[in-house]
């Protein structure tokens, strides 16, 4: 397993820095964004900032399902289940996002019946287990879960399983980035791009990026060693004047995704006309709803839903650090109010959220490439 | 990040062609096939496993890799945390992890 060796070789990590010292040309700033919330985390728990020149600027990109989600989507959520016949699901990170009223972990603090799941076939399996209630599963996630809820969904109704439900708010990452590049006030030279989102979309809905914005894209891997190699591939092609979709996470992403997951999401699921991000607005087209033949199926269809919009705490400035125009530290809140304890702004939840990231590894710088375990 | 967790498929379920029993680091949980129906992946084939369905083959290598990468990150706890929840083994009644860093990733 030679291979596996050469990941871990310190030798490497440090001739990958050396050779981006080199690409970047020192009359230049690069702003290069990973989009992918896995990155983020790599990126802060790696101190991979530290090998990189001045000049070459990481911005963290809204690859985080916890953070994008708007406070009133949870609200929505929080408040079907308090039917006392519900059963309210979801995976683990949703549990301390907060709501208005807190979060599902404090719902359940106060009697609601709140269940992780670590898949959504457990959510119908919690269905079938409980027949005199009704599940309901708060779904979330880019292409990456998308499809697994997809076959969850597609089981519910050949079972016609009636007290199982989704509330979906799946997301697209492509809206995102095309939101990103709209918006005036980001400058951006590339992208690493999203590891296990590609497995299910592939490499091809990145070509726009490319031909039509001109910026090049690497695809990524999570080891330190894959996002800096990613990071050299995005600079040889900016130094050479050239804008292509790149692959440097071969070994799990194929060039044309997974086309069984593609299947499946299409059949269950259809773009909403838009959807609401937090930080980033309303974006046309950028997330899932599920179809009429599922109505039964789809908690938004099947009970009123009361579409809450609420506005984050005033101080907390998620917006800001999601759309990468501020720093996590810059926050007013960060580090005071708002610690990974205490979170205000769902970026401090997840490990994917930057905050987070940057709370625990740049503000307690615990990790460094130097001393990262090895196993 | 999306946790994306390496098993090796053990044993096909003769009951439902879509699900296996996938050995994790020693931790045996059933996945679903569903999303690999178009290269149905049979025993000693390596997997990566997201939310409980295999997402795509891989090779060995790749698999002792990625385990390494969870472990890097700091995720592999929580990744074994949620291969042991695949199933509701223990009857729905959830583990209520430590913090931020329990549960799975979307
Ligand atoms: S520190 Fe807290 S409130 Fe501020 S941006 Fe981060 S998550 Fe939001």
């Given at each position: 397993?030679?291979?596996?060796?050469?990941?871990?070789?310190?030798?490497?990590?440090?001739?990958?820095?050396?050779?981006?010292?080199?690409?970047?040309?020192?009359?230049?700033?690069?702003?290069?964004?990973?989009?992918?919330?896995?990155?983020?985390?790599?990126?802060?728990?790696?101190?991979?900032?530290?090998?990189?020149?001045?000049?070459?600027?990481?911005?963290?990109?809204?690859?985080?399902?916890?953070?994008?989600?708007?406070?009133?989507?949870?609200?929505?959520?929080?408040?079907l289940a308090a039917n006392p016949d519900f059963i309210f699901a979801a995976?683990?990170?949703?549990?301390?996002?907060?709501?208005?009223?807190?979060?599902?972990?404090?719902y359940k603090?106060?009697g609601m019946d709140v269940r992780i799941v670590?898949?959504?076939a457990d959510a119908l399996k919690l269905a079938r287990t409980n027949p005199t209630k009704h599940v309901m599963f708060f779904?979330?996630?880019?292409?990456?879960?998308?499809?697994?809820?997809?076959?969850t969904?597609?089981r519910a109704?050949?079972e016609g399983l009636p007290n199982f439900s989704v509330f979906?708010?799946?997301?697209?990452?492509?809206?995102?980035?095309?939101?990103?590049?709209?918006?005036?006030?980001?400058?951006?030279?590339?992208?690493?791009?999203?590891?296990?989102?590609?497995?299910?979309?592939?490499?091809?809905?990145?070509?726009?990026?490319?031909?039509?914005?001109?910026?090049?894209?690497?695809?990524?891997?999570?080891?330190?060693?894959?996002?800096?190699?990613?990071?050299?591939?995005?600079?040889?092609?900016?130094?050479?004047?050239?804008?292509?979709?790149?692959?440097?996470?071969?070994?799990?992403?194929?060039?044309?995704?997974?086309?069984?997951?593609?299947?499946?999401?299409?059949?269950?699921?259809?773009?909403?006309?838009?959807?609401?991000?937090?930080?980033?607005?309303?974006?046309?087209?950028?997330?899932?709803?599920?179809?009429?033949?599922?109505?039964e199926w789809?908690a938004?269809?099947r009970f009123?839903?009361?579409?809450?919009?609420?506005?984050?705490?005033?101080?907390?400035?998620?917006?800001?650090?999601?759309?990468?125009?501020?720093?996590?530290?810059?926050?007013?809140?960060?580090?005071?109010?708002?610690?990974?304890?205490?979170?205000?702004?769902?970026?401090?939840?997840?490990?994917?959220?930057?905050?987070?990231?940057?709370?625990?590894?740049?503000?307690?710088?615990?990790?460094?490439?130097?001393?990262?375990?090895?196993? | 990040?999306?946790?994306?967790?390496?098993?090796?498929?053990?044993?096909?379920?003769?009951?439902?062609?879509?699900?296996?029993?996938?050995?994790?680091?020693?931790?045996?949980?059933?996945?679903?096939?569903?999303?690999?129906?178009?290269?149905?992946?049979?025993?000693?084939?390596?997997?990566?496993?997201?939310?409980?369905?295999?997402?795509?083959?891989?090779?060995?290598?790749?698999?002792?890799?990625?385990?390494?990468?969870?472990?890097?990150?700091?995720?592999?706890?929580?990744?074994?945390?949620?291969?042991?929840?695949?199933?509701l083994?223990n009857d729905g009644q959830d583990?209520?992890?430590?913090?931020?860093?329990?549960?799975?990733?979307?």
């Amino acid at each position: 397993m030679k291979f596996v060796d050469e990941f871990r070789a310190p030798e490497l990590i440090a001739k990958a820095g050396e050779e981006i010292r080199r690409l970047a040309d020192p009359a230049r700033h690069y702003r290069i964004m990973e989009v992918c919330g896995g990155h983020t985390h790599a990126i802060y728990r790696f101190g991979l900032k530290d090998l990189l020149p001045a000049n070459v600027e990481l911005i963290h990109g809204p690859g985080c399902p916890v953070c994008v989600l708007p406070m009133g989507r949870i609200d929505d959520g929080l408040s079907l289940a308090a039917n006392p016949d519900f059963i309210f699901a979801a995976f683990g990170d949703m549990m301390r996002v907060p709501g208005t009223h807190g979060s599902p972990l404090e719902y359940k603090a106060r009697g609601m019946d709140v269940r992780i799941v670590y898949s959504p076939a457990d959510a119908l399996k919690l269905a079938r287990t409980n027949p005199t209630k009704h599940v309901m599963f708060f779904a979330i996630g880019f292409e990456t879960t998308a499809p697994s809820t997809a076959l969850t969904l597609k089981r519910a109704k050949a079972e016609g399983l009636p007290n199982f439900s989704v509330f979906c708010n799946h997301v697209t990452i492509i809206p995102a980035i095309r939101a990103i590049l709209d918006s005036p006030d980001m400058r951006l030279d590339g992208f690493v791009g999203p590891g296990h989102v590609s497995t299910v979309i592939g490499c091809r809905p990145y070509d726009w990026i490319a031909m039509d914005e001109g910026k090049p894209v690497v695809v990524s891997g999570f080891e330190p060693l894959d996002i800096l190699q990613s990071i050299v591939m995005l600079l040889r092609q900016l130094r050479k004047g050239e804008a292509r979709v790149e692959n440097q996470y071969k070994r799990v992403v194929p060039w044309e995704g997974n086309r069984a997951a593609l299947r499946a999401m299409a059949e269950v699921f259809e773009l909403r006309p838009y959807f609401e991000w937090r930080g980033l607005g309303f974006i046309s087209q950028s997330a899932l709803k599920i179809r009429a033949s599922y109505a039964e199926w789809d908690a938004e269809q099947r009970f009123s839903v009361p579409g809450v919009r609420v506005t984050d705490p005033k101080a907390a400035q998620c917006g800001e650090v999601l759309k990468g125009v501020l720093k996590p530290a810059q926050c007013k809140l960060f580090g005071r109010e708002c610690t990974p304890e205490q979170p205000v702004g769902a970026l401090m939840v997840s490990s994917e959220g930057s905050c987070a990231a940057y709370y625990n590894y740049e503000h307690r710088k615990p990790v460094t490439i130097a001393n990262a375990p090895s196993n | 990040m999306c946790l994306a967790i390496p098993g090796k498929i053990v044993e096909l379920d003769s009951q439902n062609a879509l699900h296996a029993v996938v050995d994790v680091v020693g931790v045996r949980r059933k996945v679903d096939l569903g999303l690999l129906q178009d290269e149905p992946p049979v025993p000693g084939d390596w997997v990566l496993i997201h939310v409980g369905f295999a997402m795509s083959k891989i090779s060995e290598a790749d698999a002792v890799d990625q385990m390494r990468t969870l472990t890097m990150l700091g995720e592999a706890d929580a990744a074994m945390e949620e291969v042991r929840g695949y199933g509701l083994e223990n009857d729905g009644q959830d583990s209520w992890g430590q913090g931020p860093q329990s549960g799975n990733r979307s």
